[in-house]
């Protein structure tokens, strides 16, 4: 943990409501200069069926600064993204993950820890004082399965960077565990992620799983679920990093900066080796994960941190039988399981650094340095 991280706990949560609030607002698709922190916002009011909480922690994610910099959108016409190596849209549309439908001004933040500090019309007043771990997705059950997910917290409604947000009563799970809020925040997103990326490719023990990415927040997830399933796990990352992800569970490592990516994993487990490729990155990594699955393996990806346009052998995909998985959409009982995991002590946070509400910006800009291990919170 960084000398900078704080390990604060949410306000009492009798405390009064007050009718503003801070909050870092991102104002339009661009850089971080996007990001503008108030201490006059208006406090949501929780509408039927929904908690207020007060926030005590919540996490970065990358998702945030792809919706900042409208990377989710497939119109690529101007640099509003050079800190990212790519280009983004300035049509003055807003885009996010899932439409084109991010309102601005917006509240950023999905990973949120706190305490209900009200409820909605008909909401049970009983909940009130009680901690909560949130679940980002918010969902329409009428929908098929894979496909329920409508809006996220901090895309189409507003999140938690700020001292209060409103979400659906369903989403808050309580949570019971020794752990601060600041730990507690590096779990949602990162790990809910990575779960579903695993329970869809049905990584078993035995199996041998190639996880790109290794160093960042889904990546670390991976280690540790893929861990406590029972499978070997060869972590892909920066060569600085190889003796804490040993630390934490990979059973083999393989420099990014290697020469020959494909060959350095072959080296480790073998021709065509792997069962299972779970992958943050894409690029030009994403070739060379098919090239290392076996017969019947499985690819799941819930990142492209390295570029969303990649190039396929089909003759992988044909020939090897392969199967591949996109992760948006996390299931309700993923995110159930999680908790349970962590009330159970058997996921350990990886809290590199926390920054104050008001230096979320400075934080963004630490996220895409790339260079730490684990999650970067925001406290209140």
Known sequence: MNSRTQVNASASPAAPVPATMRATVLTGHGGIDKLVFRDDHPTPAPAEGEVLVRVGACGMNNTDINTRTGWYDSVVESAVSEELGIQGRSDGAASSWNSSTVDFPRIQGAAVVGHIAGVGPGGDPGRIGERVIVDPSVRDPELPLHAQLVQYLGSERDGGYADYVA???GNAHRIDSPLSDAELATFPCSYDTAEEMLQRARLTDGETLVVTGAAGGVGTALIQLASLRGARVVAVAGAAKEKRLRALGADEFVARESKN?????ERVIGERGAHVAADVVGGPVFDVLLKVLRRGGRYTSAGAIAGPVT???LRDLIYKDLEMHGITNPTAATFAR?????QS???QPLLEEAF???DLAQGQARLLKRTHIGKLVVTT
């Open 338 to 342: 999680l908790v349970e995991l962590i």
């Open 311 to 313: 190039r396929i052998d």
């Open 345 to 347: 002590g058997r996921l």
């Open 356 to 358: 104050p509400l008001a």
């Open 167 to 169: 979400v659906p009563e």
């Open 261 to 265: 990516v494909q060959r350095e994993i």
